[in-house]
């Protein structure tokens, strides 16, 4: 049984040394380090505004805004409830004739 825990142990402390660096002793975890080099200039300001086109699937999306405080604009099935978004619009999602056009509006009204 010793024999095991030593030759584990061995084991073990030989790849525990290979994230060593050897001038420092610090840890060195190569990929986190890539994904922190890759997320590095991401803006983390939450958003001003959501705008949902197919709200009906997206329960989670209004649970998270309502938690922090982000008002949404949804384009919503006339079956769903309206309450969910702070700025409903009822419509048909499956149109995307309609969705294009209300949305070419909404864009063009909020630029001027």
Avoid: H, W
């Avoid at 060593?20 to 080099?37: I, S």
């Avoid at 991401?42 to 197919?54: A, N, R, S, V, Y």
């Avoid at 405080?69 to 309206?82: E, S, W, Y």
């Avoid at 978004?85 to 419509?91: L, R």
């Amino acid at each position: 049984m010793l024999e095991i825990f030593s030759c584990s142990f061995k084991i073990i402390s030989k790849n525990f040394n290979s994230f060593l660096t050897k001038n420092t002793g610090k840890v060195n975890l190569p990929k986190f380090e890539k994904a922190k080099k890759r997320f590095e200039g991401l803006d983390t300001t939450k958003p001003d505004l959501i705008i949902l086109l197919q709200g009906s699937n997206n329960s989670i999306i209004f649970e998270e805004a309502k938690k922090a405080q982000i008002p949404v604009i949804a384009f919503l099935d006339t079956n769903t409830k309206l309450s969910l978004a702070d700025y409903p619009i009822p419509s048909n999602e499956c149109s995307e004739d309609f969705l294009a056009f209300s949305l070419y509006a909404l864009l063009k009204k909020a630029s001027k």
